[in-house]
């Protein structure tokens, strides 16, 4: 198990890290989000060992974390990078050697996961000559085939389509499945919606909400509703129970409730006039959620 | 001349390990020190290689040619004086590599491998312009006494010292006791310079900016980018 405890990091006055705690668990995926600059990066680099917290500690099995943890480790950084001239044979079988695998085993791994992946091109062509969202694929088999302890993915989705994002998702699944201890940041809310079983919401440095997904959309109630086929948006503004609500172009109506039981009067009302093919009163999305915090938090 | 074709060719490297944007991945998988002393042990191997070669070619040579060259350098030269030079040289190459891979941490971008040999030549330039005054016949019997601080001074700066002690030896200017002083006061020197280049090297290689300006005016590229 990984544990922060109470961690901070500061560059001169600049607070990057502030007040820090979380576990990852066996067989757990934990989400940091956060703005640019929140302090997601400066958080994987201390668990990294790159530089040490200030004040807290990083455990791994209840052991300071130190640099002889890090072969452990495999890592994404935001920025993707790999030896363009070298084939991806030559060059995964080097991380694969750096972390102790032999040349044959590594081989065989390497080619489960390019087809898992659906990796377009071969072992033996070059870096130079894939796509960026191949090379990211390339990028994530390193860090994959030594089956690590820990994976900590930095913007993983970014530069990915739909399709290959979904790729990635299941490959990481594949590896929580595993028993793997995943830590990943990104920007995309539905990803972390598919893969997160706890979250981390960072603003400026400091920890503005984190838990379990289920707990976080509890905690926040069944506040949302959307409304399809109901025309007249005036009469619902003088409704009790309705903090805010917009309609676009004529399409669906969203509503924020003050209370869930507030549903109830509004259901009423809207299915009063006859037939209503959407009524859907739910807990707000992540994205929701995140937007609300950064407000707040502002 | 050994140093200046090795320091570029360490350049080289960690300027690709940089301009790959391998560095994050590298130092958790490699720790810095490692990484470090992995480079300097491979051109140390280089040499080797290189040494081999020069002794197997003057062998074929001397065989064929009925040359004693070789043999008589080598009975002539005294064996304490061959140990020294083989240490001298260990240090000097240790330290013009470290300082080179200090500088070459800061570089972004593949132009700028100028600046990180460049500082690496001006010392060791130094040390030939320092090695024309020790070795002038007037240098001992002058009383030019703040030059003569001064060379001293600058002697324990490796790898100056490290250039000139091996002339000075087979001159007989300096005792083996000096010579040897000066080796060890140089690796407690290079010591502690490696540990702090460990730690620049492993901030060099998580970096993605480049603070120096010196860098900077190095490279066009990085010139507009950071306009």
Redesign the interface.
């Known amino acids: 198990m990984l544990e922060l405890n109470s961690v901070r990091k500061r560059f001169k006055r600049f607070a990057a890290v502030e007040n820090l705690s979380f576990k990852v668990k066996e067989g757990e995926i934990v989400s940091l989000i956060g703005q640019n600059g929140a302090g997601k990066s400066t958080t994987f680099?201390m668990i990294?060992d790159?530089f040490q917290p200030d004040k807290g500690q990083i455990l791994w099995d209840s052991q300071v974390m130190d640099?002889r943890f890090?072969?452990k480790?495999g890592?994404m950084?935001e920025?993707?990078?790999?030896?363009?001239k070298e084939s991806i044979k030559e060059q995964l079988i080097f991380?694969a050697a750096?972390?102790g695998m032999k040349k044959r085993e590594a081989e065989k791994i390497l080619m489960y996961w390019m087809e898992k992946l659906n990796v377009v091109g071969k072992p033996s062509d070059k870096v130079e000559s894939l796509s960026k969202g191949n090379a990211q694929k390339i990028?994530l088999i390193?860090c994959l085939m030594f089956s690590p302890k820990l994976l900590i993915l930095d913007e993983p989705f970014s530069g990915l389509d739909p399709v290959n994002a979904d790729l990635l998702i299941e490959a990481i699944l594949e590896a929580k499945a595993r028993g793997t201890m995943i830590i990943f940041s990104t920007h995309n809310m539905v990803n972390v919606e598919k893969l997160a079983d706890y979250i981390i919401m960072l603003s400026h440095g400091e920890t503005v909400l984190q838990g379990y997904v289920d707990d976080v959309y509890k905690e926040f109630g069944r506040l949302s509703v959307e409304v399809e086929g109901y025309s007249d948006i005036s009469k619902l503004k003088t409704l009790p129970g309705i903090e805010r609500l917009n309609q676009d172009n004529n399409g669906p109506i969203h509503i924020r409730l003050q209370s869930e039981s507030d549903g109830k009067l509004l259901f009423n009302k809207v299915t009063s006039e006859g037939y209503l093919p959407v009524f859907n009163q739910h807990y707000p999305s992540l994205e929701e959620i995140f937007k609300y915090e950064v407000e707040v938090n502002r | 001349m050994v140093c200046l074709s090795y320091v570029s060719i360490i350049a080289s490297s960690v300027a690709t390990d940089k301009t790959s944007k391998l560095g994050e991945i590298l130092i958790v998988m490699v720790d810095a020190k490692e990484q470090l002393f992995g480079k300097i042990m491979s051109i140390y191997l280089l040499l080797g290689g290189q040494m081999l070669i020069y002794l197997l070619f003057f062998k074929i040579y001397g065989e064929s040619t009925g040359s004693r060259f070789l043999i008589e350098l080598f009975a002539k030269t005294p064996s304490w004086l061959l140990v020294y030079v083989v240490l001298d040289t260990i240090v000097a190459i240790f330290i013009s590599l470290i300082w080179t891979t200090e500088f070459a941490s800061y570089i972004n971008d593949e132009s700028q491998i100028p600046a990180a040999i460049i500082p690496v030549m001006l010392l060791i330039g130094t040390g030939a312009v320092v090695a024309i005054f020790f070795n002038s016949p007037v240098y001992f019997s002058s009383g030019i006494s703040t030059m003569r601080v001064y060379i001293n001074v600058i002697l324990v700066v490796p790898p100056i010292g490290s250039l000139l002690f091996p002339t000075l030896l087979a001159e007989k200017s300096v005792t083996y006791w000096e010579a040897l002083l000066n080796l060890v006061l140089e690796l407690l020197i290079t010591t502690a310079i490696f540990r702090k280049s460990v730690k620049q090297y492993r901030e060099g290689m998580l970096s993605k900016k480049i603070g120096s300006p010196m860098f900077r005016a190095f490279s066009m590229n990085s010139r507009e980018k950071y306009k």
């Open positions: 680099h990294l790159f640099w890090r072969r480790i890592y950084p920025e993707r990078g790999l030896y363009q991380f750096l972390h990028q390193a």
